[in-house]
């Protein structure tokens, strides 16, 4: 696999048809399920049931409604799978301006770079850690915990369940 390159199309187009084949396969064992239960009488077998005649209609209609049912399910799992978009292998950053290289070794900006491999947004803000080395004496995450009282209550009403302070400037 290229650096940083996305997948190819013949490798999503085996991963998608795979996907789907297993999918065929469990609506199939579905089926048969339905009609092997239909002919054994699984729950007078297995449960002591009262055996149940056997009922051609109710296992057409049920297998008509799985057929159905999942080819609705591989029409949207295909769909699906078409939209996925894949970044593998090795991706080469700088470490200092965090550009990454590409397969052709040109370098490109980190959100221009993975913006072109799918549908992504970028939208930026400031770590605590940053905050305090660039901003020492206006630090958003050191007002926001000076506002606030109750020790540990305190910062976890100031920041979400990722650790980061939802700032509202």
């Not at 976890?156 to 700032?167: E, F, I, P, V, Y």
Request: proline share 5%; hydrophobic share 40%; aromatic share 12%.
């Amino acid at each position: 696999m290229p650096m940083g390159g996305s997948m190819d199309s013949h490798s999503k187009h085996v991963i998608t048809r795979m996907v789907l084949v297993y999918e065929v396969i469990g609506f199939t064992a579905i089926i048969a399920i339905i009609w092997l239960d239909e002919i054994f009488d699984f729950p007078a077998i297995l449960l002591d049931a009262p055996p149940t005649p056997v009922n051609w209609q109710e296992s057409l209609f049920e297998s008509g409604l799985f057929l159905i049912l999942g080819w609705v399910i591989l029409y949207f799992t295909s769909r699906i799978m078409q939209r996925l978009k894949y970044l593998e292998g090795t991706l080469y950053v700088c470490a200092s301006c965090k550009k990454i290289r590409d397969p052709d070794n040109i370098w490109h900006a980190m959100e221009t770079f993975i913006g072109s491999k799918g549908d992504v947004r970028f939208s930026h803000g400031i770590c605590p850690e940053c905050a305090e080395k660039l901003y020492p004496d206006f630090n958003p995450y050191k007002i926001i915990g000076a506002n606030k009282t109750g020790g540990e209550k305190a910062k976890s009403r100031s920041t979400g369940d990722n650790g980061r302070a939802d700032l509202k400037m």
